[in-house]
């Protein structure tokens, strides 16, 4: 019997990108840290680099030639996650840094444009060890996700170009 991967069965890529970061936070979530390439980013994207469709009825939060386009990813996290997903943009600009943040929500940090360099420490202070025994340290680049758990300290610097991430904060229901 030959496999017919998702793409055959109709799946969209929004729903293969969403399906593959709640498979990677329902593994990290609370843990650590956690850098995942989700299937089905070229659908989220669009050619530019700019995130498909529209986010919010206001469209001020979004920088200038950033497309709309988190309503689906968010909608759809949320559901898989059970809780509520909020989206807004940061953009670093060339040799910026911003460093000494601590999450104070799960964060997914997703590049959009450009590329920067990205740290987050191995616990947050004051709690248990993490699954990590030393900083992670990378590279971030369009089409790559990281997850930084509530808590945990974080730094992006590096941009060599303006570099644009869609942040995806994830907080508990309110029920």
Partial sequence: MDYVGDRASGTSGVELFVR??????????DRGPALVWPDGVDAVLA?????RGRADPDPDPEPHGVAH??????SGLGALLG???????LTLPAGAQSTG??????????PV???????VEPSPPGQARAVLDRALA??????????VPSGFGYALNGAH?????????????AW
């Fill in 101 to 110: 943040n601590t999450a104070a929500t799960d964060l997914v940090l997703l």
């Fill in 113 to 119: 444009r450009g590329s920067c360099a990205g740290r």
């Fill in 20 to 29: 593959d970061l709640a498979l990677c936070l329902s593994v990290h979530r």
């Fill in 83 to 89: 809780c509520r997903v909020q989206s807004s943009y």
């Fill in 69 to 74: 386009g988190t309503a689906e990813l968010t």
């Fill in 138 to 147: 990378l590279r971030l680049r369009v089409g790559e996700a990281l997850y």
């Fill in 47 to 51: 050619g530019d680099g700019t995130v």
């Fill in 161 to 173: 170009s303006p570099c644009t991430l869609l942040v995806l904060a994830l907080h508990p229901p």
